[in-house]
């Protein structure tokens, strides 16, 4: 060994010696390492009305009250996007029962998509087939897609992981999520677990006058009853029936289920403009039917359709009124209704109870509870 790297050795490891005497402040960790920081998840509870069904299987374990908190935040934080302008909460607002209101949205660059944005209400009962057209299977699977949407949040999941990493607060939160050691542990999939978490909370509040009826705290006023009476068809010859449970059924106000419900008009199944679950499938018998979701909030989230095609309830109810447009695929249910039109028509009154009756499943408290708000 050479004389001056002897020197140079015992000076190296002289300093690697005082470097490491132990000194009076604990030292920071290594940027990155964040095991000084305690990880003692505490399970999140998921709590639904009396009269809710049961909730589907979840994960032991995979509900914490730190990653919902984390996926709160991500969920309104314009991180996301690629010009820090968006948010999955800039088409998915409170105040709109978890829509924007629009036919459909503009992402970062202005750019229209073709669909409505969809409620995310009671979202934990349905991880099966997300979309108007079943095509996301997972909430997890789903939250991963916006970000790198060209006409959504238009970024890379390599470029806002890379913000995560840098972020005064993330590692330490994605810590307390998920027990990560180091910043570097950080990964989309993470990300995307913790939005699911959150969304899975999005419950309704049991508040509605629907739900208080149910619990024998609230009683429908004739109106009310009398909506409620068609929209279930227990009514009398006397009065029309007009199917809706059918494909709306059951304390959710879906089944989750899709139907062609005569929206447009086709000569051929390879007619619509939009196949809808068809595209998805690859079945032409389902080009044209969507998802008929939740009626929960329905006052709240116009306008409606897949396409925001109808800007009030009225405009919905003259839709099922009168049966809809023929096509292949149209549902039988739909062309009950419109022989029902032609021989016991609905009158404005009926209509009017019908809205009546939609609107108990107001759910405000859901809108307004502060567990679903901003973080920021
Ligand atoms: C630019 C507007 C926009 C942004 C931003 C956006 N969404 Fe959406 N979201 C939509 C639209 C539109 C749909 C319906 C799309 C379809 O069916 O084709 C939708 C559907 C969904 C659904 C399916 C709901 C259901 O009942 O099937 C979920 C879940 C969802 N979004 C969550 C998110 C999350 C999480 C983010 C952020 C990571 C996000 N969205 C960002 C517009 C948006
Ligand atoms: C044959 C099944 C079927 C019947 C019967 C039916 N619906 Fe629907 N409903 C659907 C489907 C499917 C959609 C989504 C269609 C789309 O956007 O392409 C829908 C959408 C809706 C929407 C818009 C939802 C939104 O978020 O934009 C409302 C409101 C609605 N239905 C109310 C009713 C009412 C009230 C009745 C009874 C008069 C009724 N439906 C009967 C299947 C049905």
């Given at each position: 060994?050479?004389?001056?790297?002897?020197?140079?050795?015992?000076?190296?490891?002289?300093?690697?010696?005082?470097?490491?005497?132990?000194?009076?402040?604990?030292?920071?960790?290594?940027?990155?390492?964040?095991?000084?920081?305690?990880?003692?998840?505490?399970?999140y509870t998921i709590e639904v009305p009396d009269n809710f069904p049961n909730l589907p299987?979840i994960?032991?374990?995979?509900?914490?009250?730190?990653?919902?908190?984390?996926?709160?935040?991500?969920?309104?934080?314009?991180?996301?996007?690629?010009?820090?302008?968006?948010?999955?909460?800039?088409?998915?607002?409170p105040?709109?029962s978890f829509?924007?209101?629009?036919?459909?949205?503009?992402?970062?660059?202005?750019?229209?998509?073709?669909?409505?944005?969809?409620s995310l209400l009671n979202i934990v009962y349905n991880?099966?087939?997300?979309?108007?057209?079943?095509?996301?299977?997972?909430?997890?699977?789903?939250?991963?897609?916006?970000?790198?949407?060209?006409?959504?949040?238009?970024?890379?999941?390599?470029?806002?992981?890379?913000?995560?990493?840098?972020?005064?607060?993330?590692?330490?939160?994605?810590?307390?999520?998920?027990?990560?050691?180091?910043?570097?542990?950080?990964?989309?999939?993470?990300?995307?677990?913790?939005?699911?978490?959150?969304?899975k909370t999005l419950v309704s509040s049991g508040q509605s006058k629907f739900d208080r009826e149910k619990r024998g705290e609230y009683f429908f006023n004739d109106d009310e009853l009398a909506g409620e009476l068609m929209f279930n068809d227990q009514t009398?010859?006397?009065?029309?029936?007009?199917?809706c449970a059918?494909?709306h059924g059951g304390e959710l106000f879906t089944t989750n289920?899709?139907?062609?419900?005569?929206?447009?008009?086709?000569?051929?199944?390879?007619?619509?403009?939009?196949?809808?679950?068809?595209?998805?499938?690859?079945?032409?018998?389902?080009?044209?039917?969507?998802?008929?979701p939740t009626l929960r909030n329905i006052f709240f989230t116009?306008?409606?359709?897949?396409?925001?095609?109808?800007?009030?309830?009225?405009?919905?109810?003259?839709?099922?009124?009168?049966?809809?447009?023929?096509?292949?695929?149209?549902?039988?249910?739909?062309?009950?209704?419109?022989?029902?039109?032609?021989?016991?028509?609905?009158?404005?009154?009926?209509?009017?109870q019908l809205i009546a009756f939609l609107k108990t499943l107001n759910d405000v408290k859901f809108m307004e509870n502060p567990a679903h708000?901003?973080?920021?």
């Amino acid at each position: 060994m050479k004389p001056y790297f002897r020197n140079f050795l015992f000076v190296f490891f002289a300093m690697l010696f005082v470097a490491c005497e132990p000194d009076e402040q604990p030292k920071p960790p290594p940027a990155g390492d964040l095991e000084s920081i305690s990880y003692d998840p505490q399970p999140y509870t998921i709590e639904v009305p009396d009269n809710f069904p049961n909730l589907p299987f979840i994960e032991p374990g995979s509900m914490t009250v730190d990653g919902v908190e984390l996926g709160r935040h991500l969920f309104y934080d314009p991180i996301l996007s690629a010009d820090f302008t968006q948010s999955c909460s800039s088409c998915h607002l409170p105040a709109g029962s978890f829509t924007d209101n629009l036919a459909t949205s503009a992402g970062i660059d202005g750019v229209n998509g073709t669909r409505s944005s969809m409620s995310l209400l009671n979202i934990v009962y349905n991880d099966e087939a997300l979309f108007w057209d079943g095509r996301a299977i997972t909430l997890e699977e789903q939250a991963l897609l916006p970000v790198e949407d060209p006409i959504e949040l238009h970024n890379t999941w390599g470029e806002v992981v890379d913000r995560f990493k840098a972020h005064d607060t993330y590692p330490e939160m994605f810590r307390k999520a998920f027990g990560i050691k180091d910043s570097e542990e950080i990964t989309k999939e993470l990300a995307a677990k913790a939005i699911g978490q959150f969304e899975k909370t999005l419950v309704s509040s049991g508040q509605s006058k629907f739900d208080r009826e149910k619990r024998g705290e609230y009683f429908f006023n004739d109106d009310e009853l009398a909506g409620e009476l068609m929209f279930n068809d227990q009514t009398d010859e006397t009065i029309p029936e007009m199917e809706c449970a059918h494909c709306h059924g059951g304390e959710l106000f879906t089944t989750n289920e899709f139907f062609n419900n005569g929206l447009d008009a086709a000569n051929s199944l390879d007619d619509f403009i939009d196949k809808g679950l068809g595209a998805v499938s690859n079945d032409p018998e389902d080009n044209g039917r969507f998802r008929a979701p939740t009626l929960r909030n329905i006052f709240f989230t116009a306008p409606y359709m897949h396409d925001g095609r109808f800007e009030t309830l009225e405009e919905v109810i003259d839709h099922y009124a009168t049966g809809g447009h023929v096509s292949p695929s149209i549902d039988g249910l739909m062309n009950d209704l419109r022989n029902q039109h032609n021989t016991k028509p609905v009158t404005e009154e009926q209509k009017q109870q019908l809205i009546a009756f939609l609107k108990t499943l107001n759910d405000v408290k859901f809108m307004e509870n502060p567990a679903h708000q901003s973080p920021f």
